[in-house]
């Protein structure tokens, strides 16, 4: 009994262990979102600048994005150091994969910067175009924020995370169809070619940001699976 008793103990004891390496780990990735959120939400006030028609976008506002984004890329390297030596071995695969997702806000951002710099010194939008190009931008907002509550809510409430990683997928969807309506409108608008193409890259790395929001989703609901057997 005394044997059956410590090999339970330990048993329990690995599993605390286990907890609290997750706990570090969904930690470590949380952070991780809200630094690539940061650039985003940089973005999302250029955009708003810029629909309210300031035309420009300097270079400090693209450096800071970029800076971000190297900073992501420190965070990212550390959590990979982390997952290296991590004893969760199931789930290994799959944190990796949502940081890989999580990352691609900050990649994105600083595309969207890019664009945005050569586009406002010489067309703003108007109309139903730019009601368009502020829906996609709102949209893309609450997506991201409920990607990183799903994120925060991995090691503290499964179903909870679930929940949000739901609201992520039916977001993107209803980001797809406003995207279809931008691109739309913008193909037979009256505008030079080289600014409707940069407009069209931008509309579609809003998009591509999105899908990777799904993306991410969807390894959420994978870890909440195995996160829970």
């Known amino acids: 009994m005394t044997r059956l008793g410590g090999k ?9 262990f286990l907890r609290s390496e997750l706990n570090n780990i969904t930690q470590m990735i949380e952070e991780h979102i809200r630094t690539t959120m940061s650039a985003y939400r940089l973005v999302a006030g250029a955009l708003a600048a810029w629909l309210n028609g300031e035309k420009s976008i300097n270079d400090e506002d693209l450096e800071k994005v970029t800076e971000i984004e190297e900073k992501g890329n420190t965070l990212k390297s550390v959590i990979i150091h982390e997952l290296a030596k991590a004893h969760t071995l199931m789930q290994r695969e ?18 969207c910067m890019f664009h945005l710099q050569h586009i406002t010194p010489t067309w703003v ?11 996609c931008c ?18 503290l409430n499964m179903e909870e995370s679930m929940k949000r990683a739901d609201e992520v997928c039916k ?14 409108l913008l193909y037979s ?9 940069r407009v069209r890259d931008l509309i579609n790395m809003l998009e591509d940001i999105a899908n990777f929001g799904e993306d991410a989703a969807i390894t959420i609901r994978t870890l909440s699976l195995t996160l829970n057997t």
Do not use: C
């Open 8 to 16: 339970e103990r330990m048993v329990l004891d690995n599993g605390r």
């Open 94 to 111: 799959d944190l990796l994969r949502l940081v890989h997702y999580n990352d691609k806000i900050a990649d994105g951002s600083e595309w």
């Open 125 to 135: 939008p108007a109309g139903a175009l730019r009601n368009g190009i502020a829906r």
């Open 138 to 155: 709102k949209l893309l907002t609450e997506e991201i924020t409920q990607q990183k509550e799903a994120v925060r809510f991995l090691s």
């Open 171 to 184: 977001l993107e969807k209803a980001i797809d169809s406003a995207v279809r309506d931008v691109l739309s």
């Open 189 to 197: 608008a009256d505008m030079p070619l080289p600014i409707l193409l």
